[in-house]
């Protein structure tokens, strides 16, 4: 067992964190652990540790979501066909690229996916093919190389509609696929290293105990309000992320490079301020609670 230094104990604290959202709200191991870890990390060492822990939690999530699985599973189908070959992609670009610049493309892919959702980005998306495969083929890319999808999948299950349990059983479906080939993809590429093994000493008491004290505190809290303060979280986490990595690639100077940061919690704390505003009394707040209710009466029955 390694010694454990201030990295691994500020990883321990991150992912504990990350698997108590996950346990919540379906999602957020990766996309919680990965901006916050890849300052003590690379990809390379991170990546295959997540995955081997992600399989067994999208497993775990998706057998307790099983009977919403036939309500969406035609719709993720196309994904599932998608994700094979940009996952091959990925693994290949994850053996071959300079650690920095994944770090970088992780930065800038996740940041307005995450404040769009913060916006709460809405447009109907009906489930295709034309869509799903172009889709999940760019979803395996970002899996296989930065071990992140939540996202990206949240949106896209938000505009098409699904209800809490029909949207949390489509997430499990695609993230179990993508989970399992990414590892076996990591295999074949000889991508587990024993500096990856080591984080499972973190990680696995983490989900342990993080993902069921999730599932009891999602009970006693409103599910929006947690959701959203976990993405604010998450927006400076990356916009601190991508100021590093300016510096660390040369491309801005210090301090000028904190300044994408700084717009970033600029613009989430106006988003903030929206999103409360409106979830506490602004004037369409009645009929907000009546779609609440019939889509968790939805939920219920499904």
């Known amino acids: 067992m390694p010694a454990f230094d201030t990295a691994m104990f500020f990883l321990a604290a991150t992912t504990f964190f ?3 959202v996950n346990g919540a709200i379906g999602y957020g191991f990766s996309s919680l652990t990965v901006p916050l870890a890849l300052v003590f ?4 060492i991170l990546n295959p540790a997540i995955v081997i822990i992600e399989v067994f939690v999208n497993l775990y999530v998706l057998c307790i979501n099983l009977k919403s699985v036939p309500a969406v599973w035609k719709r993720v189908f196309p994904i599932l066909l998608g994700l094979l070959p940009g996952i091959a992609i990925g693994g290949y670009a994850l053996a071959s690229l300079q650690p920095g610049w994944i770090k970088f493309a992780t930065y800038t892919i996740i940041l ?6 913060a916006a709460g980005w809405r447009r109907p998306i009906e489930a295709s093919w034309l869509i799903g495969l172009p889709f999940g083929s760019m979803l395996g890319i970002l899996y296989s190389v930065t071990t992140i999808s939540g996202p990206p999948l949240a949106m896209l299950f938000n505009n098409q509609g699904l209800v809490k349990n029909e949207f949390r059983a489509g997430l499990a479906l695609v993230r179990v696929a993508e989970s399992s080939v990414t590892a ?3 295999y074949k590429l000889g991508l587990f290293i024993s ?25 006693r809290l409103d599910p929006e309000i ?11 986490v990356v916009g601190f992320g991508l100021s590093r990595v300016l510096i660390e690639l040369a491309l801005m100077r210090s301090p000028w490079a904190y300044g994408v940061m700084a717009a970033t919690i600029l613009i989430d704390l ?7 505003t409106a979830h506490n009394g602004g004037p369409g707040r009645p009929q907000r609670q009546a779609g609440r209710a019939e889509r968790e009466v939805r939920a219920s029955s499904s």
């Open 18 to 20: 990350a698997a108590l």
């Open 41 to 44: 990390y690379t990809n390379r």
């Open 112 to 117: 307005p996916l995450i404040l769009l959702q």
């Open 184 to 186: 076996f993809i990591y």
């Open 195 to 219: 500096e990856s093994g080591s984080l499972l000493y973190v990680f696995v008491p983490s989900v342990v105990l993080g993902i069921p004290l999730g599932s009891y505190v999602i009970r």
């Open 226 to 236: 947690f959701r959203r303060i976990c993405m604010s979280f998450d927006a400076w």
């Open 270 to 276: 106006c988003l903030l301020y929206t999103f409360f």
